[in-house]
T-cell receptor
Framework: AQTVTQSQPEMSVQEAETVTLSCTYD???????LFWYKQPPSRQMILVIR??????QNATENRFSVNFQKAAKSFSLKISDSQLGDTAMYFC???????????FGQGTTLQVKP | GAVVSQHPSWVICKSGTSVKIECRSL??????MFWYRQFPKQSLMLMAT?????????EQGVEKDKFLINHASLTLSTLTVTSAHPEDSSFYIC???????????FGPGTRLLVL
């Protein structure tokens, strides 16, 4: 089965602090793409960061970075210098092989506190 | 990034009526479009995948006769909820992809309330 698990339903962090959101996945595919999406209260899905499974180097995008552990099938998201605008629901997702089908985790609601 | 629009953003309808939701890629040609359903505070569930000019592929458990999908052009896909019932009330989101299907651009979603 192809699944994504986010074990933290809710998290909170103080403004300017760092927070890490966990994600594990399961697939028998060797080639796949991993994503973190942000869904603010507007419910618009926003791509935060993506990682190709064949790349060993962890992706970074400004304050956002990932820790990709392929053997452990782990793909955590680190948000540095958290801002109030980071408050949102965060979804970990992946596309197995060339299916194009995004499989989402359950989501983690992140609250950034002033 | 590319822009995807959805119309309407909000719709309320009576039970038994049909509702059509449009998904448009505004500045690129979408070879593939995806339709998702999201209940409050839950994840997105893929309903179906549509490729321009061909029949949609539905995920297991999704009634294709109830959720009609048409992808007649490279910039437009429509989802029609036929004979809507209150349990069809949900948030429907589309995404569009060009030739590289791992890059999907999401629409803003449509809230459907069936009374």
């Amino acid at each position: 089965a192809q699944t994504v698990t986010q074990s933290q339903p809710e998290m909170s962090v103080q403004e300017a602090e760092t927070v890490t959101l966990s994600c594990t996945y399961d697939t028998s595919e060797n080639n796949y793409y991993l994503f973190w999406y942000k869904q603010p209260p507007s419910r618009q899905m926003i791509l935060v960061i993506r990682q190709e499974a064949y790349k060993q180097q962890n992706a970074t995008e400004n304050r956002f970075s990932v820790n990709f552990q392929k053997a452990a099938k782990s793909f955590s998201l680190k948000i540095s210098d958290s801002q109030l605008g980071d408050t949102a629901m965060y979804f970990c997702a992946f596309i197995p092989g060339n299916t194009g089908k995004l499989i989402f985790g359950q989501g983690t609601t992140l609250q950034v506190k002033p | 990034g590319a822009v995807v629009s959805q119309h309407p953003s909000w719709v309320i309808c009576k039970s038994g009526t049909s509702v059509k939701i449009e998904c448009r890629s505004l500045d690129f040609q979408a070879t593939t479009m995806f339709w998702y359903r999201q209940f409050p505070k839950q994840s997105l569930m893929l309903m179906a995948t549509s490729n321009e000019g061909s029949k949609a592929t539905y995920e297991q458990g999704v009634e294709k006769d109830k959720f009609l999908i048409n992808h007649a052009s490279l910039t437009l896909s429509t989802l029609t909820v036929t004979s809507a019932h209150p349990e069809d009330s949900s948030f429907y989101i589309c995404s569009a992809a060009g030739t590289t299907r791992e890059t999907q651009y999401f629409g803003p979603g449509t809230r459907l309330l069936v009374l």
